[in-house]
């Protein structure tokens, strides 16, 4: 069975560019969550989406957005980057739902942006 | 919001030794606890998890035991090895879905 797949797995831009990551779940997994890792906060989350819908977000301002599509792939977006946006991305899937523990994610390698 | 304090790291040992990292946590309910391992240039995988107090999670020889009189769930191992060396996350869940609140890693470097 695949993993969780993330694209582009390292990628540059500079101050107020956009940028756009992308998160395959593992087949049959319909809830994916976003995650911020940096040296200095550690990992926070961001956002999570079942079925297309955002259940739950966490404390980051309207830049970071998200979305999920039918086939339960997600990107996350990021708008006028800043310097303190470099940080690995990761995502994490589920299975959602019912099924499984809540918290037991699977997470992808990330994917590591850097703003200059 | 619930909250996770882990041990500083590194922690350097010699392969055999015995490995504690210490989690407590601070939380409102019931939450689930887990302990992710991460390795270098990787994601992070589950290692293993605890849903109810006084669970024993247990998997590859680490075992951690929610104890909620203590509000800890600290990670032991009774021989590491070298492959062992990775950041290790204490992590328990937070309100609303499939949100976890990490603790700050504890890096362990293990030495032949």
């Known amino acids: 069975k695949a993993g969780v797949t993330q694209t582009p797995r390292y990628l540059i831009k500079t101050r107020g560019q956009q940028v756009t990551l992308s998160c395959s779940p593992i087949?049959?997994?319909?809830?994916v969550s976003w995650y911020q890792q940096t040296p200095g906060q550690g990992l926070q989350f961001l956002f999570e989406?079942?079925?297309?819908?955002?259940?739950n977000k966490g404390n980051f301002p309207g830049r970071f957005s998200g979305r999920q599509f039918s086939n339960s792939r997600s990107e996350m977006n990021v708008s006028t980057l800043e310097l303190g946006d470099s940080a690995l991305y990761l995502c994490?899937?589920?299975?959602?739902?019912?099924?499984?523990?809540?918290?037991?994610?699977?997470f992808g390698e990330g994917s590591r942006l850097t703003v200059l | 919001g619930n909250s996770v304090t882990q041990m500083e790291g590194p922690v350097t040992l010699s392969e055999e030794a015995f490995l504690t990292i210490n989690c407590t946590y601070t939380?409102?309910?019931?939450?689930?606890l887990f302990w992710y391992v991460q390795y270098p240039g990787e994601g992070l995988q589950l290692l293993l998890k605890?849903?109810?107090?006084?669970d024993k999670g247990s998997n590859k020889g680490f075992e951690a035991t929610y104890r909620k009189e203590t509000t800890s769930f600290h990670l032991e191992k009774g021989s590491v090895q070298v492959s062992d060396s990775a950041v290790y996350f204490c992590?328990?869940?937070?309100?609303?879905?499939?949100?976890?609140?990490f603790g700050t890693g504890t890096r362990l470097l293990v030495s032949p």
């Open positions: 994490a899937s589920s299975p959602g739902g019912t099924s499984g523990v809540t918290g037991e994610l699977f």
């Open positions: 087949s049959g997994h319909r809830s």
């Open positions: 989406y079942f079925s297309e819908t955002q259940r």
């Open positions: 939380a409102t309910g019931y939450p689930s």
């Open positions: 605890a849903t109810k107090a006084d």
């Open positions: 992590a328990l869940t937070d309100t609303g879905f499939q949100k976890l609140v």
